[in-house]
């Protein structure tokens, strides 16, 4: 079982930058696939990346492809997500999440561990 925390997130302003960190317990960190994932008011959980558990296999969302990157520091239990040239539309909780089998999913259904949250806000 793995538990993880994120942090991060905050008020910015369309074209900045943000990093979030999601912090794991657990021994067995590095056995774990990651991911990021967001929702928005009113609309459902999305996938934004993914890392696999050598990270040397990374996936990201079309919406965020080229201004996203994941990455993962096995060493210190902790997953990155950092974000730049963000927009409006960026605006969400962002949840990290965990996967026993070593990957990720693109579902939401399909991880299975979830931190609480933080919450990204990218003003115009």
């Known amino acids: 079982q793995v538990q993880l925390v994120e942090s991060g997130g905050g008020l910015v302003q369309a074209g900045g930058s943000l990093k979030l960190s999601c912090a794991a317990s657990?021994?067995?960190?590095?056995?774990?696939?990651l991911g990021w994932f967001r929702q928005a008011p009113g609309k459902e959980r999305e996938f934004v990346a993914g890392i696999s558990r050598s990270g040397g296999s990374t996936a990201h969302a079309a919406s965020v492809k080229g201004r996203f990157t994941i990455s993962r520091d096995n060493a210190k239990n902790t997953v990155y997500l950092q974000m730049n040239s963000l927009k409006p539309e960026d605006t969400a909780v962002y949840y990290c999440?965990?996967?026993?089998?070593?990957?990720?999913?693109?579902?939401?259904?399909?991880?299975?561990?979830w931190g609480e949250g933080t919450l990204v806000t990218v003003s115009s």
């Open positions: 999440a965990a996967k026993s089998t070593g990957t990720w999913s693109t579902q939401a259904n399909g991880m299975d561990y």
């Open positions: 657990g021994r067995t960190f590095y056995n774990y696939g």
